[in-house]
């Protein structure tokens, strides 16, 4: 048999999949955005950008958006962890919930919930107005940062928890017998130690801000940003400009390329490992501090599963047109999907399920040639992998439907390019995890039974397979998690009767029919819920192990 | 040779996408969820055999689409946008002479354009009382006086034809001076609906908007909310539907058509929708549902076709002015 096989050519087919599917739509639009509307090459596009209109004030809003939210994250984040990781606090075993949160409630539904609590109508703005205490202002800068820093600051804790819990604690010991107090020990030795790990995910909350679409699109008004601007030019009611849309793409996928290696730069000075660390036991706190702990965590962790409520009650609540009656009880908003829209249940039902199944199977295949058969092709695909991490949905949503609407292969406007869509978006945490996973299984159990004379491919069906299991459970239901959610990728690119609950929930947030919007909103957080509770409690699946 | 690679990508893409089955009629529709509701209620029961596929999205996006899906068109029906936007992609349509038109409005009928009027649109100013600090504004005039600077909020005309329409309108009124004006007083939104949820939840006292989007709020009962048919006289926003040319199911989609222009769906659409039918046999419709009645607003005549060969013109006033 020749040694290529079949190794090397399924890591060459993986590199035409990703080459077709993930580097030509890209460079299409890298390239598009030096075109002229006559065809030719032309600068034209960054001209506009870098003179014209609010282009350059939406860049730089986007950048210290990233950059706030980034750190207010990083605060609440380190803060949660911190109070986890190092004392008993009453409802600690609720805690697990946290990270589910942001994944059952999609951002929209968090965005539009927090209206509904805080904005000029909110319940909870009218209590204040009742009081007669001023509310401050909340669509704008502050809806965006706060709203944003609830939705993604569990990426930070979960990191900082991981690196809290792999702390080796005679390092602070030491620091302490030395003769630091407490408080300098933390700042000298424990947070430098976890500030790699905190980066990393710093880096995470960073690029899903600056893409982010549908927080900044209810909440951002009168804030241009980036990602707003990008997607309005590509589903502008009157014919939006093309070289504009691919030069708008491209300043984000070069924005988030720069921080990708600034990043890089200060992990690679930077690496520590840790000796199998002796995690300290939990203080028990007592007093005004232990109110303080697990009142600041408390309140944490209520604020973040909020919107969940707010939306379930929405869901009952009756409405006429646009205004809805709190207080009365309707059950006409399932009763209308029930009538009406269960295609789009069973659309997402369909697309996510494929995405997961066909982005499981493809992360798993590559990341075992990545780690354990690492070829001359290995490279190029390490780096194509890193391809969908620098765009955000929208720009990859505009870049599938430009990329596919003509020549030899056309998707536009087929199921298969929601789904490709969809998998896409998911695939480089796929691998990452996958790897990881894959990392931890000794070579030698491999070597062991190929030597025994099984064949290569039985081997990893018989051997590695059933001990990756428990990770690729893991890796799928956060696959499904992630692609049931899905909106900025498919509301550019969905159609004839293609829509998802997502999409069909920013339609209805749109015309600011909330109550049918939180129906559906619902029905999503319960397919997402659903594989989760599952995946946890029957199959004792571990989804943040790492 | 390349047709038939071009007819072969398309039924690959039908097979995949399992679309457009004969007797099915695809509606590309940029109207609200209810509203296509309640006319797929009224087709089901006029006309049984035919399954109509709704396409829902923004019109720019839908009209742009349909023109990427030229080579292999998927697209019955456009329903609907307004004249001006229609008319920037008039070579996808197919001219229908539907027999419901002799029942429209003269100024709804466009009979020299392949569209019909399905409706349209009025444009007012919506107040919201909560956050309105002393009399509201009366005319569109009113509102270009510098104390209404940053309480004044509109569309983005650049992105939304009935912010066009608004514009345009102030501009046949008021010409340059009233558009440079305008410019310097209201905040823009991005898309048309940012302006009434604006209004609606308190964002700003007055938000330049449509009339449907108001009446919603009026009828369903949100008190602070009051809407004002400037009296220095208003504009109307047309807006109709169009057969795509070459689509798939083209006997069927004109009985669609003319099932979205009966008087029994546009007077179900009022009474849900609030929007101005294109008929002029539904005045008792069009009082039932809370609206005054064409005759009784002061309406100033908005060449379309000028509008939208203005538009370049325009919008350079306006990005000008803007700043």
């Known amino acids: 048999m020749n040694r290529f096989l079949p190794w090397g050519l399924l890591s060459l087919v993986s590199l035409v999949f990703l080459s077709v599917f993930v580097a030509y739509p890209i460079l299409g639009v890298l390239l598009r955005s030096f075109l002229g509307e006559t065809g030719g090459f032309s600068l034209n596009g960054f001209l506009i950008f870098l003179t014209k209109g609010q282009y350059l004030e939406a860049l730089f809003n986007s950048v210290l958006l990233g950059v706030t939210v980034t750190f207010t ?35 929209l539904i968090s965005a539009q919930s927090w209206i509904m609590v805080l904005g000029n109508n909110g319940l909870v703005t009218n209590l204040f107005k009742a009081i007669g205490i001023p509310f401050p202002r909340f669509y704008g800068w502050l809806g965006l940062i706060y709203v944003m820093t609830l939705t993604f600051y569990v990426h930070i804790f979960l990191a900082a928890l991981a690196a809290l ?42 690029t899903l801000v600056v893409g982010n679409f549908a927080i900044s699109i209810t909440l951002g008004q009168r804030v241009p940003l980036l990602s707003v601007m990008t997607y309005r030019s590509f589903i502008s009611e009157l014919g939006g400009n093309p070289t504009m849309q691919s030069t708008l793409a491209t300043v984000s996928i070069l924005l988030v390329v720069a921080v990708l290696f600034l990043q890089k730069r200060y992990i690679s000075k930077r690496n520590y490992q840790m000796v199998a660390g002796r995690t300290p036991p939990r203080k028990k706190l007592k007093g005004w501090k232990s109110f303080l702990a697990s009142g600041g965590a408390g309140l944490i962790i209520v604020l973040s599963l909020l919107p969940a409520l707010v939306v379930l009650i929405g869901s009952f609540t009756y409405s006429r047109g646009p205004v809805m009656y709190w207080g009365e009880f309707t059950l006409s908003n399932y009763a ?51 391809l ?98 899905e909106l900025s990728a498919s509301v550019v690119i969905y159609q004839a009767g293609q829509e998802t609950l997502p999409i069909q929930i920013f339609r209805l947030i749109s015309s600011d029919l909330m109550a049918r919007a939180s129906a559906f909103g619902v029905i999503n957080m319960l397919i997402i819920l659903v594989p989760v509770f599952f995946g946890i409690k029957v199959m004792k699946v571990k989804l943040f192990s790492s | 040779m390349k047709t038939a690679l071009f007819r072969l990508t398309a039924i690959a893409t039908l097979l995949i996408s399992g679309e457009a089955i004969s007797g099915d009629v695809n509606l590309y529709t940029s109207n609200s969820e209810d509203s296509v509701a309640m006319a797929l209620d009224v087709i089901r029961e006029e006309a049984p055999d035919i399954k109509v596929n709704v396409i829902a999205g923004g019109s720019g996006s839908l009209l742009r689409r349909i023109e990427a899906e030229k080579e292999s068109t998927v697209a019955d029906l456009f329903w609907s946008s307004g004249f001006s936007t229609l008319a920037g992609f008039s070579n996808l349509f197919a001219q229908y002479e539907s027999p419901a038109v002799e029942s429209l409005m003269p100024a709804l ?24 600090e002393g009399d509201a504004p009366a005319t569109w005039q009113d509102i270009m006086n510098v104390k209404w600077q940053g309480k004044v909020t509109m569309a983005d005309p650049a992105n939304s034809s009935s912010a066009y329409a608004q514009l345009y309108g102030i501009y046949t009124m008021y010409g340059e001076e009233g558009v440079t004006q305008l410019a310097s007083i ?11 949820k604006a209004v609606a939840q308190g964002e700003y006292p007055v938000g330049m908007t449509m009339e449907y989007a108001v009446q919603r709020y009026v009828a369903g009962g949100q008190e602070e909310i009051s809407l004002v048919y400037p009296k220095d006289g208003t504009f109307l926003s047309p807006e109709g539907l169009a057969l795509i040319a070459n689509g798939p199911n083209p006997d069927d989609a004109k009985r669609v058509y003319d099932l979205l222009l009966s008087k029994r769906v546009q007077e179900e659409l009022v009474g849900l929708t609030l929007r101005r039918p294109s008929r002029d046999d539904l005045d008792e419709a069009i009082k039932n549902s809370g609206l005054p009645l064409m005759g009784d607003l002061k309406i100033i005549d908005v060449d379309q076709v000028k509008a939208g060969a203005d538009r370049d013109m325009l919008l350079d006033l306006w990005a000008k002015a803007r700043g």
């Open chain 1, 388 to 485: 969908p991490l620098t765009i955000s949905g929208t720009v990859l949503g505009i870049a599938l439907a430009h990329g596919f609407n003509s020549g030899p292969l056309v998707l536009t406007g087929t199921a298969g390019l929601m789904v490709l869509a969809m998998m896409l978006r998911r695939l480089p945490f796929g691998v990452r995890n996958a790897a990881s996973n894959l990392h931890s299984i000794s070579d030698s159990i491999e070597e062991a039974s190929v030597s025994l004379g099984v064949p290569p491919v039985r081997t990893v069906f018989n051997v590695v397979l059933p001990l990756m299991a428990p990770g690729i459970a893991a890796a799928a239901i956060l696959t499904w998690v992630t692609t049931v959610a």
């Open chain 2, 109 to 132: 009928q466009a009979k020299d354009d392949p569209w019909t009027g399905t409706n349209t649109h009025v444009m007012v100013l919506m107040i919201n009382g909560d956050v309105l």
């Open chain 2, 186 to 196: 209201v905040e823009t939104q991005g898309s048309t609906s940012g302006v009434y």
């Open chain 1, 165 to 206: 819990q792999g702390f080796d604690h005679n390092l602070e010991e030491a620091g302490l017998s030395l003769g630091t107090t407490p408080l300098k020990t933390y700042f000298k030795v424990v947070f430098p130690a976890i500030m790699p790990a905190v980066l990393s995910a710093g880096l995470i909350v960073f």
């Open chain 1, 73 to 107: 994250c990083s605060v609440v984040g380190v803060f949660l962890a911190f109070i986890v990781a190092r004392y008993e606090i009453p409802f600690g075993s609720i805690i697990f919930l946290l990270p589910l949160s942001i994944l059952i409630i999609p951002e």
């Open chain 1, 336 to 386: 209308r999907i029930w009538d009406f829209n269960m295609g789009v249940i069973f659309n997402s039902l369909k697309f996510a399920s494929l995405a997961s199944a066909l982005g499981v199977i493809f992360a798993t295949l590559v990341s075992y040639l990545l780690v354990k058969k690492r070829n001359v092709l290995s490279t190029s695909l390490d780096y194509l992998l890193l």
